[in-house]
């Protein structure tokens, strides 16, 4: 039995002077890096927006009248021709047979008055009239002409508004707003509602002066929906303020290339441009590779680009060592440095909060 005791007594000795040693040796920590190569020339600054279509138009009637029975819904599309809203044709065809009434009433009496200065004429060459009554014949009858042309305008008019009675789409599109109700009493030219092209949609938005003068009417964009990341579609600049709408803040305009089933008025979406670099050229990195500790780094502002700190790989030394870097934007999914590295240098991008300067490290395989 003492034999036992003494041997587990060695036994846990032995393990806790292993367990002392294994405490005792350093742990390097396996480091995944990003090498600085490739240089970027601009950077990709974002604006949101909401989606807006490009011609919006209001629908109305020619003339006034009551407005018959109307079903019309916000987000209905509509094709070419379709008829929107119909006014009561009851009164419009009623001046219409008034107006042909009229028509056949001034003929007549252009007829008679032709008939009667036609006698006139006669009677003259026979000697039997004067000259005072067949001039009189003459103006009767030209007036009882002119009678019937005015009867006919009319008449034409008439039944052109009696066409008009129906509002038609003038092109295939969406109902935007719906401004009127059914049976109501409508003057000409009142709203009844407003539609838009699914086929033509721009976003604006404002930007700094130093943003807008940098732009040109042409440069290519990209919108992204808010809703659907996913989705992303071709712009173009389209139209750039000259004034201000507020304080140094410039509107531009942005015109849809392309169009997508998905796409709504009012919808929220993010633009994104290309600008410059504040330098000439810069390095894309990680984002994973800034530090996030608080101890360097600056967001910076208009006048002055942001800093933050990085770990970059000593291949001599097998350590990190901790570098000040400047960033001049950001590109996709990666931030621009314009200062502080250069082609060839390894910077950690994983694991960075869990480093520390002078670190012993070992680097991993790419592909791990």
Known sequence: MQRIVTALVILIVIGGCREEEAAQEPVIRGLKVHEVAEAERSQTRRFPGVLEPSNLTVLSFEIGGRLAEFDLDVGQRLTEGEVVARLDPETLRLQAETAAAAVVQAQASARNAADTLKRQQELL????????????????????????????????????????????????????????????????????????????????????????????????????LADRPDVTLPAVVSEIGSRADTVSSFPIVLRLKDTHPLLKAGMAVETAIEFPLPVREGYPLPISALIKDGL????????????????????????????????????????????????????????????????EVKLLDPGG
């Open 125 to 224: 060459d026979r000697g039997t009239t004067t000259r005072v009554a067949v001039d009189d014949a003459q103006s009767k009858a030209d007036s009882a002409a002119a009678a019937l042309v005015q009867a006919q305008k009319s008449l034409e008019s008439a039944e052109e508004n009696l066409e008009k009675a129906d509002l038609r789409a003038p092109f295939a599109g969406i109902v935007n707003s719906v401004d009127a109700t059914a049976f109501a009493t409508l003057g000409a030219g009142a709203p009844i509602a407003t539609m838009y092209s699914p086929d033509a949609f721009e976003v604006s938005f404002s930007v700094s002066f130093d943003a807008a003068s940098e732009l040109v009417v042409g440069k290519e964009a990209s919108i992204r």
């Open 296 to 359: 360097s780094g600056s967001p910076g502002d208009a006048q002055s680009p942001a800093q933050a700190g990085v770990y970059v790989y000593d291949a001599d030394t097998s350590t990190v060592r901790r570098e000040t870097v400047t960033v001049g934007g950001i590109r996709e999914n990666m931030v621009v440095v314009i200062d502080g590295l250069a082609p060839g240098d390894l910077v950690a991008s994983a694991g960075v909060s869990f480093l520390k300067e002078g670190q």
